[in-house]
């Protein structure tokens, strides 16, 4: 896999550490469907001292007390958003699947890389006028990043930033989240 760092130098990441987490990340082809190239974190998650500077460079991007709460999409969003929320010092807000959650939620449509889904979140849990960063693993289309943005602003609050590990250039996702924050630790080129 050729990963090429985005925005490590700026959250604080040495060069050689980011190379040395970038090699945690595995390539696994035709995976959930033919075609696919997923992403596969586990390594790095497992690493503890790779996986700690991970949610320290991510947790660098914001300025101390400019977020009010963390929002991650399931699932892998969970994985990084809950300890980026306790670094920060915030709350963490589980974005789920439809039908996952008791009523009353919010819901919002999007489309995938390889099909359509729905996110819900429980009415209440993200106040007007929160300022949130939203987590996930990869950004890819950008459907999922562009529904769980919607959903946190249908609740009134405010996205101060939209964090990735990867980024996958070639599918155009940066685009759809176009005239917000973002930060991405690495990209993949086309």
Same mark, same amino acid.
């Given at each position: 896999?050729?990963i090429?760092?985005?925005?490590?130098?700026?959250?604080?990441?040495?060069?050689?550490?980011?190379?040395?987490?970038?090699?945690?990340?595995?390539d696994v082809?035709?995976?959930?469907?033919?075609?696919?190239?997923?992403?596969?974190?586990?390594?790095? !998650?497992?690493d *503890?001292p790779?996986?700690?500077d991970?949610? %320290?460079a991510?947790? /660098?991007?914001? #300025?101390?007390? &400019?977020? $009010?709460?963390?929002?991650?999409?399931?699932?892998?969003?969970?994985?990084?958003?809950?300890?980026?929320?306790?670094? !920060?010092?915030? *709350?963490?807000?589980?974005?789920?699947?439809? %039908?996952?959650?008791? /009523?009353?939620? #919010?819901?919002? &449509?999007y $489309?995938?890389?390889?099909?359509?889904?729905?996110?819900?979140?429980?009415?209440?849990?993200?106040?007007?006028?929160?300022?949130?960063?939203?987590?996930?693993?990869?950004?890819?289309? %950008?459907?999922?990043? /562009?529904?769980?943005v919607?959903?946190?602003?249908?609740?009134?609050?405010?996205?101060?930033?939209?964090?990735?590990?990867?980024?996958?250039?070639a599918l155009g996702g940066r685009?759809?989240?176009?005239g917000?924050?973002?930060?991405?630790?690495?990209?993949?080129?086309?």
């Amino acid at each position: 896999m050729s990963i090429q760092p985005r925005d490590v130098a700026r959250l604080g990441l040495a060069p050689g550490r980011a190379a040395a987490l970038a090699q945690l990340v595995r390539d696994v082809p035709d995976y959930p469907q033919p075609g696919v190239m997923f992403r596969d974190i586990t390594g790095l !998650l497992a690493d *503890g001292p790779a996986f700690a500077d991970l949610v %320290g460079a991510f947790a /660098a991007a914001q #300025e101390p007390g &400019a977020v $009010d709460l963390v929002v991650g999409m399931e699932a892998r969003g969970f994985l990084l958003g809950a300890p980026l929320a306790v670094a !920060l010092g915030v *709350g963490f807000v589980p974005l789920r699947k439809a %039908g996952k959650l008791p /009523a009353p939620t #919010e819901r919002v &449509a999007y $489309d995938l890389e390889y099909g359509t889904a729905e996110l819900e979140v429980r009415t209440g849990s993200i106040p007007a006028g929160a300022r949130v960063v939203v987590v996930d693993d990869v950004l890819a289309t %950008g459907g999922t990043a /562009a529904a769980a943005v919607e959903l946190v602003e249908r609740c009134g609050a405010q996205v101060v930033d939209v964090q990735f590990l990867l980024e996958l250039d070639a599918l155009g996702g940066r685009a759809r989240l176009a005239g917000r924050p973002l930060t991405s630790l690495w990209a993949v080129p086309a």
